[in-house]
C-alpha cells in the first residue's frame, strides 16, 4: 500500500522553463513533507520541507506548495537548470516518530 | 563536518553468507535510520535507532535483518544467510532530533550489495 505516490516515473522540461513535480498522499496523519533529490551512485539530499500548518514554502528557486483538502503537494523549480537532472523523492512523516515514508520517485531530466 | 558515513560502498556476497554494513551519523546526531532501495523503487523505511537501543523496526524483515547502534562505533545493519533478494541499496540516515523541531535527516552515500 503506497502511502506516498508519485505517478510520473520520469519527466523532461527544456531548460529554463518550469518544473512540476507532482506527489500525492493517503495518510492524512501527515504533517511534514519533504523533497529529496537523488544523483546516481550518491545519497539523497534535502531539497525542501513544508509543514501542515502552511501551504506555501519557497527556497531560492524552489517552492513547494501543499494542498491538504486535495491530499497533494508539488515542487516547481524555476527556472530549470541542467544540475536540476536527478531523482527526485516526495516523503512524509506523522510527527509520531522520525520515519519518513517515500515515494518512488521522478526522474527529471532539464533538457539543452 | 563529515557528513553521514556509510562503508562499504559496494559489498559483493555469496549467497548464504553474511553481510555487515556500517553507518557513522554525523557528528553531534545520535539518531539513526536505516532504508532499503529496490531497483525502480523508493526508499522503504527499515529501522530507526538511537544509541544503545532499537526505536522502531517495523520496517525490518522478521528473520536474517538485525541493526544496533553501539554505545561507541557505528551502527551496523547485519545481514545472515543473504539471498538474492537482499541485492538492494542501503542507505543509512542521521538527525540531531531536536526536541520540539522538525529536522531533516541527512543520508550517507549508501552501500549498493550484490548477491550472487
Known amino acids: 500500500d503506497q502511502q506516498v505516490k508519485q505517478n510520473s516515473p520520469s519527466l523532461s522540461v527544456q531548460e529554463g522553463r518550469i518544473s512540476i513535480l507532482n506527489c500525492d498522499y493517503t495518510n492524512s496523519m501527515f504533517d511534514y513533507f519533504l523533497w529529496y533529490k537523488k544523483y546516481p551512485a550518491e545519497g539523497p539530499t534535502f531539497l525542501i520541507s513544508?509543514?501542515?500548518?502552511?501551504d506555501k514554502n519557497e527556497d531560492g528557486r524552489f517552492t513547494v506548495f501543499l494542498n491538504k483538502s486535495a491530499k497533494h503537494l508539488s515542487l516547481h523549480i524555476v527556472p530549470s537548470q541542467p544540475g536540476d537532472s536527478a531523482v527526485y523523492f516526495c516523503?512524509?512523516?506523522?510527527?509520531?516518530?522520525?520515519?519518513?515514508?517515500f515515494g518512488k520517485g521522478t526522474r527529471l531530466h532539464i533538457l539543452p | 563536518n563529515a557528513g553521514v558515513m556509510q562503508n562499504p560502498r559496494h559489498l559483493v556476497r555469496r549467497r548464504g553468507q553474511e553481510a555487515r554494513l556500517r553507518c557513522s551519523p554525523m557528528?553531534?546526531?545520535?539518531?539513526v535510520y536505516w532504508y532499503r532501495q529496490l531497483p525502480e523503487e523508493g526508499l522503504k523505511f527499515m529501522v530507526y535507532?538511537?544509541?544503545?537501543?532499537?526505536?522502531?523496526e517495523s520496517g525490518m524483515p522478521k528473520e536474517r535483518f538485525s541493526a544496533e547502534f553501539p554505545k561507541e562505533g557505528p551502527s551496523i545493519l547485519r545481514i545472515q544467510q543473504v539471498v538474492r533478494g537482499d541485492s538492494a541499496a542501503y542507505f543509512c540516515?542521521?538527525?540531531?532530533?531536536?526536541?520540539?523541531?522538525?529536522?531533516?535527516?541527512?543520508f550517507g552515500p549508501g552501500t549498493r550489495l550484490t548477491v550472487l
Open positions: 557528528k553531534g546526531h545520535s539518531h
Open positions: 516523503a512524509a512523516s506523522d510527527g509520531r516518530d522520525d520515519k519518513i515514508i
Open positions: 535507532l538511537q544509541k544503545e537501543n532499537i526505536i522502531d
Open positions: 540516515a542521521s538527525s540531531p532530533r531536536l526536541a520540539g523541531l522538525d529536522n531533516e535527516q541527512f
Open positions: 513544508i509543514s501542515s500548518i502552511k
